[in-house]
């Protein structure tokens, strides 16, 4: 019998330092790195979100009677997710900075606030931090390895890409049915997390809108504080 998760216990806190010390130092290896173990690296973190997708689609096949509603890899962390694959493989820098901004909060977030009912060690919610954890060790990569940087007017392009996407899942929703909430658009997710304090159903989407704005310039402000003071250490 499994605990509901409690997001102030020592169990949640010490899976989540793990992860992010995982985050912060595994790239680290690769910044001296031959390419053919950056290589390995890209194909291994490629296997290992595609088979945690396919885990997730499957288990919620399992579940439900209608998959398509729930399992498919549209939500924004999903799209982190194979923005920073694509990244990696193309070193496109669009698909970089999507996994930045929506990498880095989505991700974030979930791993703060994991969707889950149940915490450690319930199945799922391992499975929630170690997937999550991928798109913000791409990210890492990304920043360390290959050096990217993030300039000024980045954020309000990441918003108006996004608010397109958004446009467009809120049509796959309605065509796949009632069931379906990628990206949270009809209903808030199952246990505690930052929609908890937003208001009723749809209006929490204004909310949601307005945040990420915030959180789009906030965290452009850190990163340009933080390598302003990394430059300044360098020099």
Same mark, same amino acid.
């Given at each position: 019998? +499994?605990?509901?998760?409690?997001?102030?216990?020592?169990?949640?806190?010490?899976?989540?330092?793990?992860?992010?010390?995982?985050?912060?130092?595994?790239?680290?290896?690769?910044?001296?790195?031959?390419?053919?173990?950056?290589?390995?690296?890209?194909?291994?973190?490629?296997?290992?979100?595609?088979?945690?997708?396919?885990?997730?689609?499957?288990?919620?096949? +399992?579940?439900?009677?209608?998959?398509?509603?729930?399992?498919?890899?549209?939500?924004?962390?999903?799209?982190?997710?194979?923005?920073?694959?694509?990244?990696?493989?193309?070193?496109?820098?669009?698909?970089?900075?999507?996994?930045?901004?929506?990498?880095?909060?989505?991700?974030?977030?979930?791993?703060? #606030?994991?969707?889950?009912?149940?915490?450690?060690?319930?199945?799922?919610?391992?499975?929630?931090?170690?997937?999550?954890?991928?798109?913000?060790?791409?990210?890492?990569?990304?920043?360390?390895?290959?050096?990217?940087?993030?300039?000024?007017?980045?954020?309000?392009?990441?918003?108006?890409? #996004?608010?397109?996407? @958004?446009?467009?899942?809120?049509?796959?929703?309605?065509?796949?049915?009632?069931?379906?909430? +990628?990206?949270?658009?009809?209903?808030?997710?199952?246990?505690?997390?930052?929609?908890?304090?937003?208001?009723?159903?749809?209006?929490?989407?204004?909310?949601?809108?307005?945040?990420?704005?915030?959180?789009?310039?906030?965290?452009?402000?850190?990163?340009? @504080?933080?390598?302003?003071?990394?430059?300044?250490?360098?020099?």
């Amino acid at each position: 019998m +499994y605990n509901e998760l409690e997001l102030i216990s020592l169990s949640h806190f010490l899976s989540t330092l793990v992860c992010i010390l995982v985050i912060i130092y595994l790239p680290r290896y690769f910044i001296s790195s031959s390419e053919s173990k950056k290589n390995i690296f890209k194909i291994a973190l490629l296997c290992l979100i595609m088979i945690n997708d396919g885990f997730d689609f499957y288990k919620t096949a +399992y579940i439900f009677e209608n998959p398509w509603q729930r399992g498919l890899p549209l939500h924004m962390c999903d799209f982190s997710a194979y923005s920073i694959l694509v990244y990696l493989f193309t070193k496109i820098r669009i698909f970089f900075l999507f996994a930045f901004f929506w990498g880095i909060w989505g991700a974030g977030f979930a791993l703060l #606030t994991p969707d889950v009912i149940y915490g450690f060690p319930y199945f799922e919610y391992i499975q929630s931090h170690i997937g999550h954890s991928f798109i913000l060790i791409g990210v890492s990569y990304a920043l360390q390895v290959d050096k990217q940087k993030v300039i000024r007017s980045d954020p309000f392009r990441i918003l108006a890409i #996004t608010t397109l996407l @958004l446009a467009a899942i809120y049509v796959v929703n309605a065509f796949i049915g009632m069931g379906a909430n +990628y990206w949270y658009v009809n209903f808030k997710p199952e246990g505690d997390s930052i929609m908890n304090w937003m208001r009723p159903e749809p209006y929490h989407m204004i909310d949601i809108y307005i945040l990420a704005i915030v959180l789009c310039y906030l965290l452009y402000f850190i990163y340009y @504080l933080f390598d302003k003071k990394t430059l300044k250490n360098n020099g």
